[in-house]
């Protein structure tokens, strides 16, 4: 079992910077990478951003490239999602999710483990 307790959403103006943070526990060992993922109402859960653990290579969608940075600290199991730029599209329940077993680190079936979710609102 794997618990994921992200924190760091809330309510920012537009072009303004937020970081959210996941932190894992419990079974993490065979970590494969961790992602960021978010979906907004009427919408479906979306990739952001991933991290492969072992290489340290990331991944992004197209929309948050040169906007969002994906980083972590392996030693605290912890990854993070440093957002700047912000725009009202990036509203949405930000998610964070490990992949144990492997797989392309950008689609969410791969991923085995989710956290609750922390709201992030852009105002424009």
């Known amino acids: 079992q794997v618990q994921l307790e992200e924190s760091g959403g809330g309510l920012v103006q537009a072009g303004g910077s937020l970081r959210l943070s996941c932190a894992a526990s419990g079974r993490t060992f065979n970590t494969y990478a961790m992602g960021w993922f978010r979906q907004a109402p009427g919408k479906e859960r979306e990739f952001v951003a991933a991290m492969d653990w072992s290489a340290r290579r990331t991944y992004y969608a197209d929309s948050v490239k040169g906007r969002f940075i994906i980083s972590s600290d392996n030693a605290k199991n912890t990854v993070y999602l440093q957002m700047r730029s912000l725009k009202p599209d990036d509203t949405a329940r930000y998610y964070c999710?490990?992949?144990?077993?492997?797989?392309?680190?950008?689609?969410?079936?791969?991923?085995?483990?989710w956290g609750q979710g922390t709201q992030v609102t852009v105002s424009s």
């Open positions: 999710a490990i992949n144990r077993f492997g797989g392309l680190p950008t689609i969410p079936k791969n991923f085995d483990s």
